[in-house]
Antibody
Framework: QVQLQESGPGLVKPSQTLSLTCTVS??????????WSWIRQHPGKGLEWIGY???????YYNPSLKSRLTISLDTSKNQFSLKLSSVTAADTAVYFC????????????WGQGTLVTVSS | QSALTQPASVSGSPGQSITISCTGS?????????VSWYQQFPGKAPKLIVS???NRPSGVPDRFSGSKSGNTASLTISGLQADDEADYFC???????????FGGGTKVTVL
């Protein structure tokens, strides 16, 4: 079964760039019909969709983050990555990498999530 | 676009049935049958328990059922068990510039 695992720094300074990588195992990131997504959860709050990338390289971003966001993929490593620039304390959250089923619009499976704190 | 509206908490005794509502609008839940529900234990990743309003993935007990009426989707947990105590989130595809909305989450407590 497909599993996802996030990795990256847990602490980022304000104004710097948050960088996370998601490693996909048990399946290919090049599979048709699946979109590789990032979702975040602010402490004690709900979920926010960040963006996705398809194996073709096509991306789609949350408009509220688009100016600061880059999602890329490395098919040779079966990985996809997130870069969020000019971070502030408001970007402190648990970041999840998730597979989106493009036909039926549900998110499954999820990575375990990684807490990223923005602080000096 | 505002988040979908869920009650902050719902509680019930073991064996009882509880229902969690997820209210949206004509532009999301009312328009699309792409409502999904997720179960999340503290410190863990959300797990899909219902997709497309009422479909249960393999391995999810049939005690969990989803439905929709108008702009409101619902998740019913029948035969409530202690290990159902968790947070539950709904999500809907909305087909706009931000294609997916989530609810604020509902904490289920088993009394």
């Amino acid at each position: 079964q497909v599993q996802l695992q996030e990795s990256g720094p847990g602490l980022v300074k304000p104004s710097q760039t948050l960088s996370l990588t998601c490693t996909v195992s048990g399946g290919s990131i090049s599979s048709d019909g699946y979109y590789w997504s990032w979702i975040r959860q602010h402490p004690g709050k709900g979920l926010e969709w960040i963006g996705y990338i398809y194996h073709s390289g096509n991306t789609y971003y949350n408009p509220s983050l688009k100016s600061r966001l880059t999602i890329s993929l490395d098919t040779s490593k079966n990985q996809f990555s997130l870069k969020l620039s000019s971070v502030t304390a408001a970007d402190t959250a648990v970041y999840f990498c998730v597979r989106l089923d493009g036909d039926d619009q549900f998110f499954d499976p999820w990575g375990q999530g990684t807490l990223v704190t923005v602080s000096s | 676009q505002s988040a979908l509206t869920q009650p902050a908490s719902v509680s019930g005794s073991p064996g009882q049935s509880i229902t969690i509502s997820c209210t949206g609008s004509n532009n999301d839940i009312g328009r699309y049958n792409y409502v999904s529900w997720y179960q999340q234990f503290p410190g863990k990743a959300p797990k899909l328990i219902v997709s497309e309003v009422s479909n249960r993935p393999s391995g999810v007990p049939d005690r969990f059922s989803g439905s929709k009426s108008g702009n409101t989707a619902s998740l019913t947990i029948s035969g409530l068990q202690a290990d159902d105590e968790a947070d539950y989130f709904c999500s809907s595809y909305i087909g706009s510039s931000t294609p997916w909305l989530f609810g604020g989450g509902t904490k289920v407590t088993v009394l």
